[in-house]
Nanobody, 126 residues
Framework: QVQLTESGGGSVQAGVSVRLACTPSGNTRRNYVMAWFRQAPGKKREGLGSVDSDGSPHYWESVLGRFTIYKDYANALYLQMDSLKPEDSAMYYC?????????????????????WGQGTQVTVFS
């Protein structure tokens, strides 16, 4: 099993950049597909994108060009968010799957992932 811990959230002004991190612990020797989701109050959780075990990213088209997802050598996952907007305000979650890859658009679906973090809140004010 793997445990996921998100960090980096906070309250920021529109237009700035924020980087979220997801640090895995436990069985980190195994490669995982890792993903970012977010959920705003009263809305469904939505997938932002994922990184396969080989590092290949796959994005939700609505965030292309503004969000970047990547992993480092220690399998920590990052979400770089640029030009933030108030509508980006949400709880952001990291997720992992024991599979080596998940093709688009399945990679954006919650049920593809077995492991979840507790989330980190991002609030963007205008």
């Amino acid at each position: 099993q793997v445990q996921l811990t998100e960090s980096g959230g906070g309250s920021v002004q529109a237009g700035v950049s924020v980087r979220l991190a997801c640090t895995p612990s436990g069985n980190t020797r195994r490669n995982y597909v890792m993903a970012w989701f977010r959920q705003a109050p009263g809305k469904k959780r939505e997938g932002l994108g994922s990184v396969d075990s080989d590092g290949s990213p796959h994005y939700w088209e609505s965030v292309l060009g503004r969000f970047t997802i990547y992993k480092d050598y220690a399998n920590a996952l990052y979400l770089q968010m640029d030009s933030l907007k108030p509508e980006d305000s949400a709880m952001y979650y990291c997720a992992a799957s024991g599979r080596a890859w998940i093709q688009y658009p399945s990679n954006l679906r919650e049920h593809e992932y077995e492991y979840w973090g507790q989330g980190t809140q991002v609030t963007v004010f205008s």
